[in-house]
């Protein structure tokens, strides 16, 4: 059973306008949210974080939101550019006094931006 | 620039053959993952471990996968047999601390192919 879900497994946009990529999540314990992004032939670097007692956390063109009452969290990529282009995962940590370093991802978003 | 180091990048096997993934975590790091994508799946953990002691080894197959490691430079993952049905790309990830405040750096992955 999913408990991190991207129920897109594409999105288009063109070079310049916003990227919207979505996420939402099952289990109430976790309480960090990672966002990572992977081209080809690598393996996944870290793109951005937040922790669930913030609702929003941005990091120059990437801003990620969470809506705990939703169990939902979005990144915001603005403006896109081509080399944005990748797979984005999700990931979601357990809580921190679980003690555990676990990360639970989702399947992934591809985005193509176009030039 | 440190970096998570894996070998092979690609292993093609026949059927019931052993196989031996090799990880290199980043030096300093004392927790290291190993993950497992397929298209069906997305990334799968498949165990870890905290300072070499093997944490959480759920996500394994147990009758034919095990991971070690033999000293703080070296993880190891083994099929033994091997089967069409594990054919994927293995990543192994490594960080300090917990997942929250500390990143995952992950390799660029193993290929395997089981025919």
């Known amino acids: 059973d999913q408990q991190v879900k991207q129920n897109s497994p594409s999105l288009s946009v063109q070079e310049g306008r916003i990227s919207i990529l979505n996420c939402d999540y099952t289990n109430s314990m976790f309480d960090y949210f990672l966002w990572y992004k992977k081209y080809p032939a690598e393996g996944p670097t870290f793109l951005i974080s937040?922790?669930?007692?913030?609702d929003k956390n941005e990091d120059g063109r990437f801003t990620v939101f969470l809506n705990k009452s939703a169990k939902h969290l979005s990144l915001h990529i603005v403006p896109s550019q081509p080399g944005d282009s990748a797979v984005y995962f999700c990931a979601a940590s357990w809580n921190r006094l679980s003690g555990s370093e676990k990360l639970v991802f989702g399947k992934g978003t591809k985005l193509t931006v176009n030039p | 620039d440190a970096r998570v180091t894996q070998t092979p990048r690609h292993k093609v096997t026949e059927m019931g053959q052993e196989v031996t993934m090799r990880c290199q975590p980043i030096?300093?790091?004392?927790?290291v993952f190993w993950y497992r994508q397929t298209m069906m799946q997305g990334l799968e953990l498949l165990a870890y471990?905290?300072?070499?002691?093997?944490?959480?080894d759920s996500g394994m197959p147990k009758d034919r996968f095990s991971a070690e490691m033999p000293d703080a430079t070296l993880a190891t993952l083994k099929i033994q047999p091997s089967e069409p049905r594990d054919s994927a790309v293995y990543f192994c990830?490594?960080?300090?601390?917990?997942?929250?405040?500390?990143?995952?750096?992950f390799g660029n992955g193993t290929r395997l192919t089981v025919t």
């Open positions: 937040i922790s669930s007692i913030k």
């Open positions: 990830a490594s960080g300090l601390g917990q997942s929250y405040n500390s990143p995952l750096h």
């Open positions: 471990f905290r300072n070499r002691a093997p944490l959480d």
């Open positions: 030096l300093g790091h004392n927790t």
